[in-house]
Antibody, heavy 119, light 106 residues
Framework: EVQLVESGGGLVQPGGSLRLSCEAS????????MHWVRQAPGKGLVWVSL????????RYADSVKGRFSISRDNAKNTLFLQMNSLRAEDTAVYYCVKVNHQLYYFDYWGQGALVTVSS | SYDLTQSPSVSVSPGQTAAITCSGDKLGDKYVCWYRQKAGQSPVMIIYQDNKRPSGIPERFSGSNSGNTATLTISGTQPMDEADYYCQTWDSTTAVFGGGTRLAVL
């Protein structure tokens, strides 16, 4: 059974940093591209970032470029999102998402980690 | 950047057909997926590659995509279908989501 379990969310002050982790199991993590998608309270889904299977290729939404960094540890089946210079508008539930790269859809989602940026 | 537009809400009576649309420039040239998100839950894919249903998704869910509009159709809508529905496509390797449509079954 595929499982994606996020951790590391919490309350942080504006300008602060937070690191999200996503522990994957039930599939061959090292051969799959992974994404982060976020959802602000009461709002829609917004794509944040992606990383390719070996971690050499990454992409970011314009809203987080230069502040967020995605990475992975294939030996530990773990995906990360380092978030720096956090702003109130970054407040959201952050989902770790596996993509089916052959059929072009997100096939498994984590339960989400809530990040609240507030003083 | 590429944008997808959805109506914020759709209402339907139980047993009737609901149509949720998603529009974007030349959207018919791209693959579209649809996700259902019930309150407090993570999204679940219900349609991929415009019109394909994964196993476990009822036949009453169908999709189409042509021109500038993709449509999710729910036939014989049931109260359990109340949820937020999101369309999604790809702009190169980055994902783009529509703003979501809340389906009310009244």
């Amino acid at each position: 059974e595929v499982q994606l379990v996020e951790s590391g969310g919490g309350l942080v002050q504006p300008g602060g940093s937070l690191r999200l982790s996503c522990e994957a199991s039930g599939f061959t993590f090292s051969t799959n591209w992974m994404h982060w998608v976020r959802q602000a309270p009461g709002k829609g889904l917004v794509w944040v970032s992606l990383i390719d299977a070996d971690g050499t290729g990454t992409r970011y939404a314009d809203s987080v470029k230069g502040r967020f960094s995605i990475s992975r540890d294939n030996a530990k089946n773990t995906l990360f999102l380092q978030m720096n210079s956090l702003r109130a508008e970054d407040t959201a539930v952050y989902y770790c998402v596996k993509v089916n790269h052959q059929l072009y859809y997100f096939d498994y989602w984590g339960q989400g980690a809530l990040v609240t940026v507030s003083s | 950047s590429y944008d997808l537009t959805q109506s914020p809400s759709v209402s339907v009576s139980p047993g009737q057909t609901a149509a949720i649309t998603c529009s974007g420039d030349k959207l018919g040239d791209k693959y579209v997926c649809w996700y259902r998100q019930k309150a407090g839950q993570s999204p679940v894919m219900i349609i991929y590659q415009d019109n394909k249903r994964p196993s476990g998704i009822p036949e009453r869910f169908s999709g189409s995509n042509s021109g500038n509009t993709a449509t999710l159709t729910i036939s014989g809508t049931q109260p359990m279908d109340e949820a937020d529905y999101y369309c999604q496509t790809w702009d190169s390797t980055t994902a783009v989501f529509g703003g979501g449509t809340r389906l009310a079954v009244l």
